[in-house]
């Protein structure tokens, strides 16, 4: 297990990281920055918040993208087997994170979304899943392999999809491609909970997972 000044020997900017492998986006850009279309969809909800199409680290709505814990603005891609970079989530691995420490809702600083996505995405708060999954009709389809929630807006008919990930959790992914769970990080400190759960019915609920758990982020965009 890496100790905390090796973790930081190895940092590598997610920013710089991400931007190396997608130049299309532009994080360093001003607030003219233009977001292309198509990295969002609108659903037409009240508070006008729009959701991305993908996951953060993904570049089509039903891939993985990056499991990240409380906190953490590292993100960890699983290759199939195993995280690529060798990383557990595991408790004693997390103690030495940088956003172990961190115990309030996350800000900016603590915002993977942004660090990787730039100034004007965000990890979006429960309210806003909430008001998601009001405003939306539900429907469980596969692409290709993988089974996602298609949440079709009951105000303009567009419609997201979420894929069924699971967790990551000691060095492995739990509950991956079920029915059930769906996960994704919040912004909100809620004790030991950091998943937005939806279930098949159109429900949700929190889920209680540990801040050392791995959980995809789907990013919302802020003009």
Known sequence: VPGFEDYRANWTSPHDRFQSWFPEYDPDASDD?????EDWVDLGLPSGTL???CNVGAVVPQGRGFYFSWA?????YWNGSAFAD?????EEEYQQSPGYLWQSNLDDAHDAARE???EH???PEVTL?????ANTNWEVVTIGTVRCFRLTSKINFNHLEIPLLGYGHDGRITADNTQVWMSCLNRQNNASSLGWTFLSNGQTYIATLYRKDGVPIRPIYVP
């Not at 953490?72 to 960890?76: A, R, V």
């Open 129 to 133: 899943y909430q008001e998601l999954a």
């Open 121 to 123: 995405w965000r990890i």
């Open 86 to 90: 060798g990383y557990q989530f595991s």
């Open 72 to 76: 953490n603005i590292q993100g960890h």
């Open 116 to 118: 990787y996505l730039g």
């Open 51 to 53: 959701w991305a199409r």
């Open 33 to 37: 920055y233009p977001l292309p279309k």
